[in-house]
């Protein structure tokens, strides 16, 4: 229901802009977070935003991320900056409706080089 762009091979220190938009119309979308998943580790989340703009991040990205969302678009960002090879994993977004039904992208792949 939702579908993820933006991911690629970027050395550390660069940045990327990762895009997470609903793939059908007619959904209102309420909080929408971010997760990532690096190998043979557990999915971590990283950030959230919600319907009201809020935002809420993990200590391991706090002033190098930044979420941000076009509710009109049902559209969600993620601003990555100062990337470490750490931020290596496969982005996925996530969203909830107003009556909690969740929805998920199907992932796409950070890799920072260093």
């Known amino acids: 229901?939702?579908?993820a762009f933006g991911g690629g091979l970027v050395q550390?220190?660069?940045?990327?802009?990762l895009s997470c938009t609903a793939s059908r119309s007619g959904l209102v979308l309420n909080t929408m977070r971010w997760y990532r998943q690096a190998?043979?580790?557990q999915r971590e989340l990283v950030a959230v935003v919600t319907g009201g703009g809020s935002t809420?991040?993990?200590?391991?990205?706090k002033g190098r991320?930044?979420?941000s969302r076009e509710s009109a678009k049902n559209t969600m960002y993620l601003q990555i900056n100062s990337l470490r090879p750490e931020d290596t994993a496969v982005y996925y977004c996530n969203a909830e409706d107003w009556i909690k039904r969740q929805y998920w992208?199907?992932?796409?792949?950070?890799?920072?080089?260093?």
């Open 1 to 3: 229901q939702l579908q």
């Open 12 to 17: 550390a220190g660069g940045s990327l802009r």
């Open 65 to 67: 991320f930044t979420i």
């Open 39 to 41: 190998p043979e580790k």
């Open 56 to 61: 809420t991040y993990a200590d391991s990205v």
């Open 105 to 114: 992208g199907q992932g796409t792949e950070v890799t920072v080089s260093s």
